[in-house]
């Protein structure tokens, strides 16, 4: 009898592998992708969520520009996937130019307040800016932003291009799986802060997949920035009810603050890897940490290692290891510190960094070199003309910092968390000082043309997942739905811009579908191996064709997302 269930139950085992094998066959493509590219010819949208994608697909239809699509999916995303991004938070693009054929960066990330000074942190005793509250709030930079980008590359009215999220806004829409998951640390930060639960549990609880969810405070503001422009938002009534909700909450963010917020127009950076261009922004944001592994990796024959090997996987992550220990030391506000980029993104250096890796063995730990000198969404809009936007917008923890100015409908950003209170560092906090960002569009060149525009979210987990997939692309050959599906490693541990540091090498996260051989070959070496289900980011990506003059479309499995064109 006993045996006879031992039988049953392997039959089971085996059945129930045969069928996940089974279902993971495909005619074409390699057996992790979740399906096939999109393919269109006069515009392409990727985002997180499927309703964003067709609205930036009705403003490219209705003649707007990429970025008049980009900030209307922008909008939308910030009322339907709160739990990522919003007006509240900050902005990166990088936008291809079809008619000057040129890339242009756009920098839209917000100072910390002015009256808040590293000494107030310490006679309080912090030894780390908090994650929730008022103390992390710096000034928003998203709408700024919106107002940059249209004033340079938009053609229909911004009161066209917002008035589809105002819509979904007071009509309601209905919430997806994984937000809805997500958005249940509202909970926590309503029984923390106000407003938290009228705006975004106004049934008394985080709404739950298919549930309809109505922002009516969001479609208001929206409303009257539409109608008003940038400056209702920084210098009108808006930021007069900021002004008096963060002095209520003894936080420092002022009208003063909101008034004197300016974006910045930066030009994009690169390294050539194996003949394309890769173009990341440079800091305060984390984009050249890409760039470097790139250059360190440039050497090695990826390709000849092959997908999931233990040596490339070793590789990656002692790369990425050397990356980040600069990213502690130099990545900050350009305003407040001279950041050797040229240098940290050489050819040069990167040889010189490279000869540390031992290729048997794991280190514990890098010092960063020695000069001369957490949720987010991504998406990526292409037009008829040609134009192209890679943007990432955030509130860096979920929801953002439990701040909801009252009947505003948004949640204020708690990026200044990512300050550190440590004397002497590059990213130290200061008054009216941009903090180390974790958020990065990406954008690939070949022989001057636009090729793909791609971007990973997720924290720390972007230049690794950035990184991860230009190799699918082109060690790999992997199309471009199969670069963004492929299992991803992670790294975890490395020392950090508040100020850790990391002494143990760390933990490298796997996601399913790497072979248990070349685990243990990765742990022969001394790396710790973990594996986690979360955590690894979320791809969206628009690749040009030249040669048949089409777009390609992407978006995975891991979020909501759709790819889409017409």
Known sequence: ????????????????????????????????????????????????????????????????SAVDAAIAANAALGLMEPTGNGIGGDLFAIVWDAETKQLYGLNASGRSPRSLTLEYFKEQGYEYIPSHGPLPVSVPGC???????????????????????????????????????????????????????????????????????????????????????????????????????????GGFLSYEDLASHRSEWIEPVSTNYRGYDVWELPPNGQGIAALQMLNILEAYDIAGMGFGSAEYIHLFVEAKKLAFEDRAKFYADPDFNEIPVEYLISKEYAAERRDLIHPDRAARRYDAGRMNQGETIY??????????????????????????????GFMLQDRGELFTLKEGHFNTYEPNKRPFHTIIPA???????????????????????????????????????????????????????????????GTVYLESGFDYDVIRALMRKGHKIQFDNGGFGGYQAIMHDEKNEVYYGASESRKDGQAAGY
């Open 1 to 64: 009898m006993k045996k006879g269930i031992v039988y049953l139950f392997l039959l089971i085992l085996i059945m129930g592998k045969t069928a996940y094998v089974n279902a993971q066959d495909r005619i074409t493509g390699k057996s992790f992708a979740t399906r096939s590219e999109v393919i269109a010819q006069h515009g392409m949208a990727a985002t997180s969520h499927p309703l964003a994608t067709q609205i930036a697909l009705d403003i490219l239809k209705k003649g707007g």
């Open 143 to 249: 709408v700024d932003g919106w107002f940059e980008l249209h004033e340079r590359f938009g053609t229909l009215p911004m009161t066209d291009i917002l008035q589809p999220t105002i819509d979904y806004a007071r009509n309601g829409f209905p919430v997806t799986e994984l937000i809805a998951y997500y958005w249940q640390s509202a909970r926590s930060l309503a029984a923390r802060y106000p407003n938290v639960a009228g705006t975004y549990m106004p049934e008394g609880h985080p709404p739950a997949k298919g549930e309809i969810f109505k922002n009516p405070f969001l479609a208001s503001t929206l409303e009257k920035i539409a109608r008003g422009g940038r400056d209702v938002f920084y210098r009108g009534e808006i930021a007069r009810v900021i002004d008096r909700f963060m002095k209520e909450q």
């Open 379 to 408: 998406l990526t809009v292409a037009d008829e003309k040609g134009n192209m936007v890679s943007l990432i917008q955030s509130n860096y923890r979920g929801l953002g910092s439990g701040m909801v100015p009252p009947e505003l």
């Open 443 to 505: 954008f690939i060149t070949k022989d001057g043309k636009p090729w793909v525009s791609f971007g990973v979210m997720g924290g720390s987990m972007q230049p690794q997942g950035h990184v991860q997939i230009v190799v699918n692309l082109i060690d790999f050959g992997m199309n471009l739905q199969e670069a963004g599906d492929a299992p991803r490693i992670r790294h975890g541990g490395s020392s950090q811009p508040t100020g850790q540091i990391m002494t143990d090498g």
